[in-house]
């Protein structure tokens, strides 16, 4: 039976998202002591609390994480952790592994053990592993929680919020109705939602794809999360044409060959080969680039050691915010990115290439410095002039060129282009294997750099909305994901491998999918490719589910929409037309929902990739000991919304206290401002 005097508390989503509104909850309680109210829980999850979905236990450990070890982290950690309440387990994942090897952690089974033995900091988990970290700290952080916190899985889906009230007129007395897909329902003073990836519909052209497969006996396979797919039921042999190079692409790859019993071994060469099981289909890529993600770089740190931001700082980067000056990204903030990527780049050719000579170099990166230091437009063209005296053109880098490795050359088949990508594979195989002392992985590791301030400058309004729409979203989302958010090596030393066995091919770039109806299969080709284009009976969309709430195919966020509980974020664009932003719209943190007519759901919170509306890179996971406002955001935006969900529960409690508590909502923990950001 409900406890009433409790204050209940629902959790819709109980993956990593979830699982930290679950541990900020816990510690602030804590933190607050004798005077906290009591609070119930409840953990709307139909997977396992703690990896939800995505990051299920029983999924194929061939399926990695882009992240090493050393990156992720569920709770606050580190030296930035010191701002917030005390995490009850404050432990990262790579903090936990080390206890796994040491033997401290029990209830893991062999192949946990066995694959963590084999990781170091810099080494790449598979999925499954992640899973079961997570799946281990919601179980001790709720078995760590102190008195008067009860914390109950509800191990069903929920399909309808509905909003009641005590009193309409009085936001403390207003509580919601969970209905689960079972028919049966909870109730709650206050809703989180941390739904994480959600189905969606189809755009037209795949709705046309999957009606062309249904009319005509082939099989089209829609955006989806990889460990949901039965790829055994594509067939060994058959071509099976695959639209998407990035991460579900590789999840693809390996399930579909070395999942199938091919082997993998280092050549006399020192590349790796390929030997067949036989029981591989015929893959055939393509993507809009033509190419993979790039992978990333052997380190033993996320960012490199070597590289370090002169101008995408912090300080720079926010004074805009802080002048009350809203920056435009191509304008204001790019160029400062683009230098320190350009000195990453040269600075690491001139130290390890040679093919600037060690008596000019000196000169060179002197000159260079000086033009990079100039303010104003002049700079760029300063630095070119620079470059162009110094270093040979083959060794000259354009950062903007680099999402179009192709551009504007033609191949005459597809054995042409295949052989062109193979190279590229082969290249960049080679970089990652030199970390530090690859000048082109160094660009790519300060782009990652300062992609985690740009995170923080951008977020809650930090760029107008068409600059965050055409720039940001527009060219530069899509050329650092390809730079930085890439595979482990492996997967691409993997890949060349699978090319040079025949077992790979690719379409080229700018390709186009459609349905043949004189051979009634699907086909694909690409204009930049002569002669040949792909037919295929299998189609598969290598690629998640869109992350846009308007489209989005869950019965909750379908109903809540419908309701008018809560509606995406629109905007104007600068050509008048209104632009629907992916994600909900919010009000500041907390991050409480907004309603169609524009009134802010006092009780209703939002975090994770919903959030896409106001923040940028909401699928990256929290970065263990990163700044709270930057590679942590996700965290701090946790810490808020606990902040928020406690004084309301304080309030409740004291009648007199109601008509403060709007403005105690959101109060984080020590050293911390108002709405979770710092004063």
Same mark, same amino acid.
């Given at each position: 039976?409900?406890?009433?005097?409790?204050?209940?508390?629902?959790?819709?989503?109980?993956?990593?998202?979830?699982? =930290?509104?679950?541990?900020?909850?816990?510690?602030?309680?804590?933190?607050?002591?004798?005077?906290?109210?009591?609070?119930?829980?409840?953990?709307?999850?139909?997977?396992?609390?703690?990896?939800?979905?995505?990051?299920?236990?029983?999924?194929?450990? @061939?399926?990695?994480?882009?992240?090493?070890?050393?990156?992720?982290?569920?709770?606050?950690?580190?030296?930035?952790?010191?701002?917030?309440?005390?995490?009850?387990?404050?432990? =990262?994942?790579?903090?936990?592994?080390?206890?796994?090897?040491?033997?401290?952690?029990?209830?893991?089974?062999?192949?946990?053990?066995?694959?963590?033995?084999?990781?170091?900091?810099?080494?790449?988990?598979?999925?499954?592993?992640?899973?079961?970290?997570?799946?281990?700290?919601?179980?001790?952080?709720?078995?760590?929680?102190?008195?008067?916190?009860?914390?109950?899985?509800?191990?069903?889906?929920?399909?309808?919020?509905?909003?009641?009230?005590?009193?309409?007129?009085?936001?403390?007395?207003?509580?919601?109705?969970?209905?689960?897909?079972?028919?049966?329902?909870?109730?709650?003073?206050?809703?989180?939602?941390?739904?994480?990836?959600?189905?969606?519909?189809?755009?037209?052209?795949?709705?046309?794809?999957?009606?062309?497969?249904?009319?005509?006996?082939?099989?089209?396979?829609?955006?989806?999360?990889?460990?949901?797919?039965?790829?055994?039921?594509?067939?060994?042999?058959?071509?099976?044409?695959?639209?998407?190079?990035?991460?579900?692409?590789?999840?693809?790859?390996?399930?579909?060959?070395?999942?199938?019993?091919?082997?993998?071994?280092?050549?006399?060469?020192g590349r790796l080969r390929y030997e067949p099981s036989g029981r591989e289909p015929r893959l055939v890529a393509a993507s809009?680039?033509?190419?993979?993600?790039?992978?990333?770089?052997?380190?033993?740190?996320?960012?490199?050691?070597?590289?370090?931001?002169?101008?995408?700082?912090?300080?720079?980067?926010?004074?805009?915010?802080?002048?009350?000056?809203?920056?435009?990204?191509?304008?204001?903030?790019?160029?400062?990115?683009?230098?320190?990527?350009?000195?990453?780049?040269?600075?690491?050719?001139?130290?390890?290439?040679?093919?600037?000579?060690?008596?000019?170099?000196?000169?060179?990166?002197?000159?260079?410095?000086?033009?990079?230091?100039?303010?104003?437009?002049?700079?760029?063209?300063?630095?070119?002039?620079?470059?162009?005296?110094?270093?040979?053109? *083959?060794?000259?880098?354009?950062?903007?060129?680099?999402?179009?490795?192709?551009?504007?050359?033609?191949?005459?088949?597809?054995?042409?282009?295949?052989?062109?990508?193979?190279?590229?594979?082969?290249?960049?195989?080679?970089?990652?294997?030199?970390?530090?002392?690859?000048?082109?992985?160094?660009?790519?590791?300060?782009?990652?750099a300062g992609r985690s301030v740009i995170k923080q400058a951008v977020a809650d309004g930090g760029i107008s909305d068409s600059?965050?729409?055409?720039?940001?979203?527009?060219?530069? *989302?899509?050329?650092? *994901?390809?730079?930085?958010?890439?595979?482990?090596?492996?997967?691409?030393?993997?890949?060349?491998?699978?090319?040079?066995?025949?077992?790979?091919r690719f379409v080229g770039p700018n390709p186009s999918f459609g349905f043949d109806p004189d051979e009634e299969l699907f086909?694909?080709?690409?204009?930049?490719?002569?002669?040949?284009?792909?037919?295929?009976?299998?189609?598969? *969309?290598?690629?998640?589910?869109?992350?846009?709430? =308007?489209?989005?195919?869950?019965?909750?966020?379908?109903?809540?929409?419908?309701?008018?509980?809560?509606?995406?974020?629109?905007?104007?664009?600068?050509?008048?037309?209104?632009?629907?932003?992916?994600?909900?719209?919010?009000?500041?943190?907390?991050?409480?929902?907004?309603?169609?007519?524009?009134?802010?759901?006092?009780?209703?919170?939002?975090?994770?990739?919903?959030?896409?509306?106001?923040?940028?890179?909401?699928?990256?996971?929290?970065?263990?000991?990163?700044?709270?406002?930057?590679?942590?955001?996700? @965290?701090?935006?946790?810490?808020?919304?606990?902040?928020?969900?406690?004084?309301?529960?304080?309030?409740?409690?004291?009648?007199?206290?109601?008509?403060?508590?709007?403005?105690?909502?959101?109060?984080?923990?020590?050293?911390?401002?108002?709405?979770?950001?710092?004063?």
């Amino acid at each position: 039976m409900e406890n009433r005097e409790s204050w209940q508390v629902a959790v819709i989503g109980g993956g990593p998202r979830g699982t =930290s509104v679950v541990e900020r909850l816990i510690a602030r309680h804590r933190a607050l002591g004798e005077g906290a109210p009591d609070l119930v829980i409840h953990v709307v999850e139909p997977h396992e609390p703690g990896p939800g979905h995505i990051w299920r236990t029983d999924q194929s450990r @061939l399926f990695l994480m882009n992240t090493p070890c050393l990156y992720p982290t569920v709770v606050p950690v580190g030296a930035a952790a010191a701002r917030l309440a005390a995490a009850p387990v404050a432990w =990262s994942f790579d903090a936990w592994r080390r206890r796994v090897n040491d033997g401290l952690i029990a209830g893991l089974d062999a192949a946990d053990a066995a694959e963590s033995s084999t990781l170091t900091a810099g080494g790449f988990p598979s999925r499954a592993l992640y899973g079961r970290y997570l799946a281990w700290m919601f179980s001790e952080v709720v078995r760590r929680a102190g008195r008067g916190v009860s914390v109950l899985h509800c191990p069903k889906e929920a399909v309808r919020i509905t909003e009641t009230a005590d009193d309409p007129g009085e936001s403390i007395g207003r509580r919601w109705r969970i209905e689960l897909d079972d028919g049966s329902g909870l109730d709650a003073d206050d809703v989180v939602l941390a739904v994480g990836h959600l189905p969606a519909t189809l755009t037209p052209e795949q709705e046309g794809l999957q009606d062309a497969a249904a009319r005509h006996g082939l099989q089209y396979w829609p955006p989806a999360v990889p460990a949901d797919v039965s790829w055994n039921r594509l067939p060994a042999g058959k071509t099976v044409l695959i639209r998407g190079l990035g991460l579900n692409f590789f999840d693809a790859m390996i399930q579909l060959t070395e999942g199938r019993g091919g082997r993998f071994s280092a050549a006399a060469d020192g590349r790796l080969r390929y030997e067949p099981s036989g029981r591989e289909p015929r893959l055939v890529a393509a993507s809009r680039r033509g190419v993979p993600y790039r992978a990333k770089a052997a380190l033993d740190s996320y960012i490199p050691r070597s590289v370090t931001l002169r101008y995408c700082t912090p300080a720079r980067v926010l004074a805009f915010r802080q002048a009350g000056v809203q920056p435009g990204f191509d304008h204001d903030i790019w160029p400062l990115l683009h230098r320190d990527a350009l000195w990453a780049y040269y600075s690491t050719l001139c130290r390890t290439n040679g093919h600037v000579p060690a008596g000019a170099a000196a000169e060179f990166l002197e000159e260079l410095d000086t033009a990079l230091a100039m303010e104003g437009p002049a700079w760029e063209a300063a630095a070119g002039a620079a470059v162009a005296r110094s270093v040979p053109e *083959e060794f000259r880098l354009d950062v903007e060129a680099l999402a179009h490795p192709f551009a504007g050359r033609r191949f005459a088949d597809g054995e042409d282009f295949t052989a062109a990508v193979l190279a590229y594979l082969d290249a960049d195989a080679a970089g990652s294997a030199k970390g530090e002392d690859d000048a082109l992985k160094m660009a790519i590791g300060a782009m990652n750099a300062g992609r985690s301030v740009i995170k923080q400058a951008v977020a809650d309004g930090g760029i107008s909305d068409s600059s965050w729409d055409a720039e940001l979203r527009g060219w530069f *989302e899509p050329l650092v *994901e390809g730079l930085a958010s890439g595979p482990p090596p492996v997967r691409i030393a993997q890949l060349a491998a699978l090319v040079r066995a025949g077992v790979v091919r690719f379409v080229g770039p700018n390709p186009s999918f459609g349905f043949d109806p004189d051979e009634e299969l699907f086909r694909a080709g690409s204009p930049w490719v002569q002669k040949d284009s792909f037919t295929a009976r299998y189609l598969v *969309e290598a690629m998640m589910p869109a992350n846009r709430v =308007s489209t989005s195919l869950s019965p909750l966020m379908r109903t809540l929409l419908e309701q008018g509980t809560v509606r995406p974020k629109t905007f104007m664009a600068e050509d008048g037309v209104p632009v629907t932003s992916p994600g909900l719209d919010v009000t500041a943190p907390p991050y409480r929902a907004v309603d169609r007519t524009g009134r802010e759901q006092e009780s209703l919170y939002v975090i994770g990739l919903q959030l896409a509306s106001v923040q940028w890179g909401t699928a990256i996971a929290a970065e263990a000991g990163a700044p709270l406002e930057a590679g942590s955001r996700t @965290l701090l935006d946790a810490d808020a919304i606990a902040g928020a969900i406690l004084a309301r529960a304080g309030a409740a409690r004291n009648p007199r206290a109601r008509t403060r508590a709007r403005e105690a909502a959101g109060r984080p923990g020590p050293g911390v401002s108002p709405g979770g950001l710092t004063g």
